[in-house]
């Protein structure tokens, strides 16, 4: 029983040790994303905009073409930083799950909280993806009606409704194979 307790907590420890991958990307992206805002930056030498070089243009009260666009770059920014905030938080937790001492239950409640802090950062990060693009495509475009009504939607069943379907289908028993058939196998 021991031994099988061991091959578990090996199995749940490379488990974390790829969830901390992912959770470390997300927090690079959007990390970067951070940093390269849609509708750019001030540019130094515009006359309109003396005292604002290297703000976000789309967050500027008076740029009238972003008016419109504003509220889409508010909630690409706290997205983003949510996608961030998460799975850096899923980062630390993995990164916990390395100390010394640890049995397969604190590893498992580890591995299953980290993951639920993973997925809600991955659908932030997308959320920051679909307000980003809307922030800086024109609100007739074709575009922008498609991201609203066909990839937010479509993105949304696609991940909950398999991840749906993968927590509450339980795999039945592995079958055990007989001793006869087995040491008959040989004869």
Request: aromatic letters at 10%; a neutral charge.
């Amino acid at each position: 029983m021991a031994g099988n307790d061991r091959r578990a907590e090996e199995e749940i420890r490379k488990a974390i040790e790829n969830h901390m991958i992912v959770a470390a990307l997300i927090v690079i992206v959007t990390f970067a994303t951070g940093f390269t805002l849609p509708g750019g930056y001030v540019q130094s030498g515009s006359s309109s905009n003396e005292g604002n070089e290297g703000m976000a243009v789309l967050s500027l009260p008076d740029n009238s073409t972003a008016i419109k666009h504003r509220h889409f770059f508010k909630y690409f920014v706290v997205a983003d930083g949510t996608a961030m905030v998460l799975s850096m938080c899923a980062v630390g937790i993995y990164f916990l799950a390395a100390l010394p001492e640890r049995n397969k239950n604190s590893l498992l409640a580890t591995l299953i909280y980290g993951y639920c802090l993973t997925m809600f950062a991955m659908v932030a990060m997308v959320i920051a993806f679909v307000t980003g693009l809307l922030a800086v495509l024109p609100r007739s475009s074709m575009a922008g009606s498609a991201i609203k009504f066909i990839v937010l939607p479509a993105f949304l069943l696609l991940f909950f409704l398999p991840g749906w379907f993968i927590m509450t289908v339980r795999p039945g028993p592995d079958p055990e194979p007989e001793f006869g058939a087995v040491a008959g196998a040989g004869a």
